[in-house]
T-cell receptor
């Protein structure tokens, strides 16, 4: 079974530039997550989709970050303009459902962003 | 207070040792609990779920204490391959459904 696919794997940009990350979840998974993981810290949830609706985006810096999941499958996460503190791994994940059942979260390998 | 708190460690233990990690959570309405393992420069992967009655999988035992709002992970007979970061995951219910919160992780180094 194919896992969560992400691209690009690595990206280096200058501050104030923009970047976009793409994610394709496991087939059939209704819930999609974007996490930001800074070195030495745990993953921080940026946004959670249930199908194509947003469940939680309370920690998404909306002045510079945006995410969409238009058809309830693939998702993109954009940062514009990037800041130095955005350097992190951006992990996309998916799960079959939400709540108590089907809540095992499967992660992609991550997109490593360095802002210089 | 953070929603999920873990001792960051690192825990340095010899092979064969028994080691235990705790994780506390602040939201008493939390519904589901998990331990994930993350190897260096890799993505997190599910280690085990934590049930109210406890859960054991080989050398790993997970416990839930709802009254004190913490979960624990016990590793017996540690192996070199157990060296990793162990992430506590809590799923409290919010108004929009369920959100998933990761702790910062506890680093374990098992030495020969």
């Amino acid at each position: 079974e194919a896992g969560v696919a992400q691209s690009p794997r690595y990206k280096i940009i200058e501050k104030r530039q923009s970047v976009a990350f793409w994610c394709n979840p496991i087939s059939g998974h209704a819930t999609l997550y974007w996490y930001q993981q800074i070195l030495g810290q745990g993953p921080k949830l940026l946004i959670q989709f249930q199908n194509n609706g947003v469940v939680d985006d309370s920690q998404l810096p909306k002045d510079r970050f945006s995410a969409e999941r238009l058809k309830g499958v693939d998702s993109t996460l954009k940062i514009q303009p990037a800041k130095l503190e955005d350097s992190a791994v951006y992990l996309c994940a998916s799960s079959l459902g939400m709540g108590n059942s089907g809540n095992t979260i499967y992660f992609g390998e991550g997109s490593w962003l360095t802002v210089v | 207070r953070k929603e999920v708190e873990q001792d960051p460690g690192p825990f340095n233990v010899p092979e064969g040792a028994t080691v235990a990690f705790n994780c506390t959570y602040s939201n008493s309405a939390s519904q589901s609990f998990f331990w994930y393992r993350q190897d260096c420069r890799k993505e997190p992967k599910l280690l085990m779920s934590v049930y109210s009655s406890g859960n054991e999988d080989g050398r790993f035992t997970a416990q839930l204490n709802r009254a004190s709002q913490y979960i624990s992970l016990l590793i017996r007979d540690s192996k070199l391959s157990d060296s990793a970061t162990y992430l506590c995951v809590v799923t409290p219910k919010n108004t929009g459904g369920f959100k998933t919160i990761f702790g910062a992780g506890t680093r374990l180094f098992v030495k020969a």
